[in-house]
C-alpha cells in the first residue's frame, strides 16, 4: 500500500459521525448566552472583518465567510467561498450570500449560513499545540431539507510572508485513492509544498496541462445527502513542508493523516488552553458587564498574538497585529515589532503572564545590537534575506528605552531579580546606548538613531520629539531601579541623577511661553515644533515623573479638540497639516487613547479618563470581534481601510488604563507593597479584581462602599504577605482593611459608541476640580442640548447646592443631573459647581 494510502481508510469513513458531547461538535456554540461566558455573538456585517490566529497559523476573513489561510509564514490560500446546487431547484445559491451570523469565543470562531434549504456552519480555530507544517484548521456543520452540492472554492497561493521572495504560482496536482483524495500545491523547487485535504470531497475545477492558461480556482466538491450525511463532519485539513523530504505527495499524506488522527485533541486542546487562561490570570468584576468583557477580550487579544518563530518555533513572541492581506503577502503586521511588544508588556505584566513576559524580553534581547539598540522590527522571514541590510530592524529609537521601563515594571510586580540579574549585560548596554547618543549636550536621547513616534511630518521629521524625552526621563528612572535590585548602587545614582536633569531639562525647553502647552519636539538649532499633539500624555505613564504646567493641556485633551467620541487625535486640528485620515497627523488610535487616560487619571482628571478608558473597552465590538483597531478616522466613526482590525497594543490600551488608572494599582513585590488609588465610577458600589500577579503568587481585592468609605480588602494566596497602601489623603491600613475616603459628592459619566460614520457629539468633561466641599466641572457639549451626569452623594449628611444645573430630587444616593447647555455654534462650554 502506497503511503497516502492510509489516508483514504479515513478518508472512506471521511466526514466521520458526529459523536455525543465531548467530542468535536462544540455544542457550547448553540447555548444560551450565560452571564460572564466569553463570547460574541452578532448579526453578519458582511465587509467586517474577523482573526483567528494561534502560535502557528492564521484565519483571516470577512465575516461572510470568506477567508485567507496562513501556515506560517507561508499564505497557503485566499479567496476560501461556498456555492450550493440542491435538487430540484434550479438555481445556484451562493452560500457566503447568506452569512447570518458570527459566534466569537477565544478558542474559535463560528460562520452560520442561513437559507430556507440549509444551515452550514463554519467552525475555524488555530491550534495551541499544533504540529509541524500546520497552524490553522476549520470544519464545517451541514443540515439540508434536499440534498445538494457544495463547492469550495480557494485561490491557491503559496506565498511567504514579506519581504522574503516567494516562487511562481504553485501548480496544483489532485491525489486520488479510493473516491476521494487531496490537492498537492507543487513549486518549482522540491522542497517546498503544501498539502489540502477535504474528506469526502472530489476536485472541481482542474484543467489539464493542454488547455489554455487562464486563473482558475480549486474546488473541493460535496454531494451532501440529509437522509445519510446529516450526522458529518467536513474539516478542512492544512499542512506546508520546509524540505525536500517533507514536500514528497506521501509525506504530505501522512501529515494530513495525522491532522485528521489529532483533530479532536487539537480542537480540544486548544479550548481547554483558553479556559485555563481566564482562570490563572487577572479578572475584573465589576457593575459593567460590558467592560468586564472587553477587559477579558483584551487579554485573550494579545495571547492570540503569540507567535512562534519559523522553522524552528524555538522561541516565541509577539507580533503587532493582524489583518486580511488582499493580493499581497503582508497579513496586518503579522511580525514582531519592539515598540509594540513593549508597550504591551505593561498589560501583559498586568495581567500575570510573566513566561510571555520573558519570552519577549529574551526575543528581544537576543536580537539586541552590539552597540545595545533594540530592535523596531523584525519580520517572520527575517532570517530568509539580508534583514540587517534593510531600513526596518533599526527604524525607531524608542524601544531601547522601553526596554528598561518594561523590564522594571515585571520587576515590581514579579519581584524576580533573578531574570534581571540574568540579563544584566544586555540591560545596561541598552542604557549605555540610551545614554550616549545626544549629540546637541542637552543630555536627552534623540531620533539620530531613529523615529521617536512619527514616521512621517510634513515640516520635516524631528531631531527630538517630547515622545521620546519622557521615555528617556522614565527609563532613567527605571534604570535606577533596576541597578539598584541587582547591587549596581552607582549607576543607580546616576540614573537617578540624570531622570531629575531631564525633567528639568524638559520644562526648559519644551514648555511653550505662556506655559499652556508643551511643544511637539525640538529641532538641532534649539528652536522648536509648538504643534499641539497628544505625545506629552507618555511623560505620565509609568506613574514616576508628570510634567509641572500640564493642566491646560490637559483640558485642551479633554476637549473636542482632541477628544472625538471614539478616541483620542494625535494632532489637534487647528494645525495647517491635520488630516483625519493620515497615518500620523490627526487619526485617532486607541493607543493615544490610552495614554491619555492613564495620563488623566494620573493627574486628577477622572472623568474624562473614564470616558477616554471606555471608549477604548467599547471598541472591542466594534470591527474585529474581541479585538480593538488600529487607528480610525478623526472626523468620522470609522476604522481606516488598512487598519489592522487585530491590533495589539490597542488590546493592551484597554487592560493598562484600567488596572494603573481606574483601579490605581501600583507594585513594590520586593517590599510586599501594594499601592492602591481608585477612581471607581460613582456608579459602582463594588468592584473586586481576581488574581492580581504579585510577587510569586496572586491575590484578590475586593472594593465596597460603605457611606464615606472605600473598604478595601485583599484575600488569595498572597494576602496574608501584602500591606496596602494608597495615595487619597487620609488612608489607613489595619487589620487587613484599607479604609479609603470618598468624597462626599461625586460624579458619573455614561458610556456608548456613536453610529458609524458620526460626528463628534457628546458631552466632554474638560476640568474637574475639587476642594474638600466643591467640585467644579467644566464641560462642552453641541449648543442648545440638554445632557445628564450622574450624581452620588456619599455623605447624607451633606447639604447640597447646585450651580449651573438643576438639583435632582433626593430619592437615592445616586441621582440624574440635568445640565442644559446655551445658543451658539458647535460645542459651547457650562460650568457646574457642586458645593455641600
Not at 484548521?137 to 510572508?161: C, N
Not at 485535504?197 to 445527502?225: N, S, T, W
Not at 550616549?436 to 531620533?447: A, R, W
Request: charge should be negative; aromatic fraction near 10%.
Amino acid at each position: 500500500m502506497r503511503p497516502w494510502a492510509l489516508l483514504f481508510i479515513f478518508m472512506a469513513a471521511a466526514s466521520r459521525a458526529q459523536t455525543p458531547a465531548g467530542d468535536l461538535r462544540p455544542l457550547p456554540y448553540f447555548a444560551a448566552n450565560e452571564p460572564g461566558q466569553l463570547r460574541i455573538n452578532a448579526d453578519i456585517m458582511p465587509v467586517k472583518p474577523f482573526s483567528v490566529v494561534g502560535p502557528r497559523g492564521a484565519l483571516l476573513g470577512q465575516q461572510d465567510g470568506t477567508f485567507e489561510a496562513w501556515i506560517f509564514p507561508w499564505k497557503l490560500l485566499s479567496h476560501m467561498r461556498i456555492t450550493a446546487q440542491m435538487k430540484d431547484y434550479a438555481v445556484p445559491i451562493d452560500v457566503n450570500e447568506q452569512a447570518a451570523s458570527i459566534d466569537v469565543q477565544p478558542g474559535h470562531t463560528t460562520i452560520t449560513f442561513s437559507h430556507a434549504n440549509f444551515t452550514i456552519r463554519e467552525i475555524l480555530f488555530a491550534p495551541q499545540n499544533a504540529p509541524d507544517g500546520a497552524g490553522a484548521l476549520a470544519y464545517y456543520q451541514i443540515q439540508a431539507v434536499r440534498p445538494m452540492t457544495l463547492t469550495f472554492s480557494f485561490t491557491p497561493e503559496m506565498q511567504r510572508m514579506w519581504p522574503a521572495l516567494s516562487d511562481d504560482r504553485p501548480s496544483p496536482e489532485w491525489v486520488k485513492e479510493g473516491q476521494s483524495g487531496f490537492y498537492v500545491l507543487h513549486l518549482n523547487f522540491p522542497d517546498h509544498a503544501a498539502a489540502l485535504a477535504m474528506p469526502g470531497a472530489q476536485y472541481g475545477i482542474l484543467p489539464p496541462y493542454q488547455e489554455r492558461p487562464k486563473d482558475y480556482p480549486l474546488q473541493f466538491v460535496i454531494h451532501f445527502d440529509p437522509a445519510t450525511d446529516r450526522d458529518k463532519l467536513y474539516p478542512l485539513l492544512m499542512t506546508t513542508a520546509e524540505t525536500q523530504a517533507a514536500a514528497t505527495t506521501s509525506a504530505l499524506a501522512q501529515r494530513l493523516q495525522a491532522l485528521d488522527s489529532d483533530f479532536h485533541q487539537l480542537y480540544s486542546d486548544t479550548q481547554n488552553h483558553f479556559e485555563k487562561f481566564s482562570t490563572r490570570h487577572l479578572s475584573i468584576e465589576t457593575p459593567d458587564e460590558k467592560l468586564n468583557q472587553a477587559f477579558a477580550w483584551a487579554e485573550v487579544a494579545i495571547d492570540q498574538l503569540r507567535v512562534q518563530t519559523t522553522p524552528s518555533h524555538a522561541e516565541t513572541a509577539l507580533v503587532a497585529g493582524f489583518y486580511t492581506s488582499g493580493d499581497s503577502a503582508r497579513p496586518g503586521f503579522g511580525w514582531y515589532f519592539g515598540r509594540d511588544a513593549l508597550w504591551t508588556l505593561y498589560a501583559v505584566n498586568s495581567y500575570g503572564d510573566y513566561q510571555l513576559t520573558r519570552d519577549e524580553l529574551n526575543f528581544l534581547i537576543k536580537r539586541q545590537s552590539p552597540e545595545g539598540k533594540i530592535i523596531h522590527e523584525w519580520a517572520q522571514t527575517a532570517d530568509l534575506v539580508d534583514w540587517k541590510s534593510l531600513p526596518y530592524a533599526s527604524a525607531s529609537a524608542d524601544a531601547t528605552p522601553l526596554l528598561l521601563m518594561a523590564s522594571e515594571d515585571y520587576l515590581k510586580i514579579s519581584g524576580d531579580t533573578q531574570f534581571i540579574q540574568a540579563n544584566w549585560d544586555a540591560l545596561h548596554k541598552a542604557w549605555t546606548f540610551e545614554t550616549s547618543h545626544d549629540s546637541d549636550g542637552d543630555g536627552i536621547y534623540e531620533n539620530t538613531e531613529g523615529s521617536g513616534w512619527v514616521e512621517s511630518w510634513p515640516p520635516g521629521m524631528p531631531h527630538q520629539e517630547i515622545y521620546l524625552a519622557a521615555l528617556d526621563q522614565q527609563a532613567s528612572t527605571a534604570m535606577a531601579g533596576l541597578a539598584r535590585s541587582t547591587g549596581h548602587t552607582e549607576i543607580a545614582q546616576q540614573a537617578e541623577s540624570r531622570a531629575a536633569r531631564i525633567g528639568a531639562a524638559i520644562e526648559k525647553e519644551y514648555l511653550l511661553p505662556g506655559g499652556g502647552f508643551y511643544a511637539f519636539s525640538r529641532n538641532a538649532d534649539g528652536t522648536i515644533d509648538s504643534s499641539p499633539t497628544i505625545f506629552p500624555a507618555v511623560a505620565s505613564w509609568d506613574g514616576s515623573y508628570q510634567l509641572q504646567h500640564a493642566q491646560p493641556m490637559l483640558d485642551r485633551w479633554a476637549a473636542q479638540e482632541f477628544s472625538t467620541d471614539w478616541g483620542t487625535r494625535d494632532l489637534s486640528p487647528t494645525v495647517s497639516f491635520y488630516d483625519p485620515i493620515s497615518y500620523h497627523q490627526g487619526t485617532v488610535w486607541p493607543l493615544y487613547t490610552g495614554w491619555a487616560a492613564v495620563s488623566e487619571y494620573r493627574n486628577g482628571r477622572s472623568l474624562s479618563a473614564y470616558a477616554h478608558l471606555m471608549q477604548n473597552a467599547d471598541l472591542t465590538w466594534a470591527q474585529d470581534p474581541g479585538a480593538v483597531t488600529e487607528l480610525l478616522s478623526g472626523q468620522f466613526f470609522a476604522p481606516l481601510g488598512r487598519s489592522t482590525s487585530h491590533q495589539l497594543w490597542s488590546s493592551a490600551m484597554v487592560i493598562s488604563p484600567v488596572v494603573r488608572g481606574l483601579f490605581g494599582l501600583e507594585w513594590d513585590a520586593s517590599g510586599k507593597n501594594l499601592t492602591v488609588t481608585p477612581s471607581l465610577p460613582a456608579q459602582w458600589d463594588k468592584a473586586a479584581l481576581h488574581h492580581i500577579p504579585f510577587a510569586g503568587s496572586d491575590l484578590d481585592l475586593e472594593m465596597k462602599r460603605e457611606g464615606s468609605m472605600l473598604m478595601v480588602r485583599p484575600a488569595g494566596p498572597s494576602a496574608h504577605q501584602v500591606v496596602l497602601a494608597s495615595h487619597t489623603r487620609g488612608a489607613k491600613w489595619s487589620g487587613n482593611l484599607l479604609q479609603i475616603p470618598l468624597p462626599a459628592v461625586e460624579v458619573g459619566l455614561d458610556h456608548a459608541l456613536p453610529e458609524p460614520g458620526a460626528l463628534t457629539q457628546q458631552m466632554k468633561v474638560i476640568d474637574q476640580q475639587s476642594t474638600v466641599n466643591s467640585l467644579t466641572l467644566t464641560l462642552s457639549a453641541a449648543a442648545n442640548s440638554r445632557q445628564t451626569l450622574m450624581l452620588r452623594v456619599n455623605d447624607t449628611r451633606a447639604k447640597l447646592h447646585i450651580e449651573g444645573a438643576q438639583m435632582p430630587p433626593e430619592n437615592s444616593s445616586l441621582r440624574s443631573v440635568q445640565v442644559d447647555f446655551g445658543a451658539g455654534e458647535g460645542y459651547v462650554e457650562k460650568t457646574v459647581k457642586f458645593t455641600w
